[in-house]
């Protein structure tokens, strides 16, 4: 499965941005996609997981009630709209399957104040 992340870039803090991830390749053996994002220093971390259905979502405590994951299975495509975004935010982000499997280049978001 190759993945594709686009979307990022610099908002000021209280913003949103919202965030694209395209999967190419045996996307039928995926089920549970996610969110996940890697801040200087840190390591990196899943924010938000959704089900192959799209019925199902979790979030880390830290992004539940801004971040919103979803998916369209017809385009192979999940999202993660990003609002009342914080400084502590900033991090490059990346999809991948939960557990993950080989990493994209991620896309940076960065949050200004």
């Known amino acids: 499965v190759q993945l594709v992340e686009s979307g990022g870039g610099l908002v000021q803090a209280g913003g949103s941005l919202g965030l694209s991830c395209a999967a190419s390749?045996?996307?039928?053996?995926?089920?549970?996609m996610g969110w996940y994002r890697q801040a200087p220093g840190k390591e990196r971390e899943l924010v938000a997981g959704?089900?192959?259905?799209?019925?199902?979502?979790e979030y880390a405590d830290s992004v539940k009630g801004r971040f919103t994951i979803s998916r369209d299975k017809a385009k192979n495509t999940i999202y993660l709209q990003m609002n009342s975004l914080k400084v502590g935010d900033t991090a490059v982000y990346y999809c991948?399957?939960?557990?993950?499997?080989?990493w994209g280049q991620g896309t940076q978001v960065t949050v200004s104040s």
């Open positions: 991948n399957t939960i557990p993950p499997g080989l």
């Open positions: 390749g045996s996307t039928s053996s995926i089920n549970i």
């Open positions: 959704i089900i192959r259905g799209g019925g199902i979502t």
